[in-house]
């Protein structure tokens, strides 16, 4: 597997210039083209309103959700050099459907996540939850002030399912080019079931690879995430679980604690 389009959310918060530059490198390194998206849902009609006003608000509100797409495209193009290919995609929608709809011509998506002390995203903003959940498609998703990754020494924290067997899979273009890689089980001993042959599935493709079974103190995120800083890793891969449930995005465990907690950059996939 290659990257041969890398797709970025762009929205307007302070992050967004860190997460595209560094989708921008990603796309270098890979000779892939990298396509930037946002988009911004117009306001429905107030009915309780007066009709006279609604017509009014109306051109208002979507003249106000067209500026704030072509600053984001301003973002986009301040932030990544030629000669690299691009492409722009934009919408007057909501930004998750819109980020899902473009995934399908992605081989990797790249979105932030907020930190503790964040505000709430904008209205151009995409959390990460919903886009695991609904994209079908690699998600790489960036802590705050992440300028670069590398993935020299990449930790993956291995639980035999689809959701890790995928994830393994589409991390082998930064896999190939590590320096090191750490195939991790946490918890039970079960959970290390093939730990080993994906180790030496990932030596086939080049990989300098250990494997490791780590006893669990506290949460199995905190153990993995222990681990992750002690070897000085720079990139997790893992597998997402989770459901929906009334249209809101659950995730337990591990993938729970990673998306609000990890200070690494974590390839997922659901």
Known sequence: MAFANILVSVDLDGAAPDRIRLAAGLAQRFEATL???AACKVPAP???RDIGEIDDAEPQFEEKARAALARARELFDRSVDPPLRRDWREALAGPITHLVEQAR??????VGRRGPEDVAPGALGVPPGPVLMEAAR???????RIERIRGARIVVAWKDGREARRAVSAALP????????????TGEGARYEGAEDVA?????????????????VVS?????LRFALKQEADLIVMGAYGHTRLREWLFGGVTHEMLRTS?????MCH
Not at 220 to 224: F, G, I, N, T
């Open 263 to 267: 200070p690494l950059p974590c390839l």
């Open 105 to 110: 011509a992605a081989d990797l998506l790249v």
């Open 174 to 185: 930064f896999i190939r080019e590590a320096d090191q890689v750490f195939v991790v089980s």
């Open 35 to 37: 396509t930037g998206a």
């Open 46 to 48: 107030d009915y309780v």
């Open 220 to 224: 199995d995120a905190d153990e993995l």
């Open 200 to 216: 030496d599935h990932l030596a086939r493709h080049g990989a300098s690879v250990t494997t490791h079974l780590l006893r669990t």
């Open 138 to 144: 690699p998600v790489l998703v960036l802590p705050p």
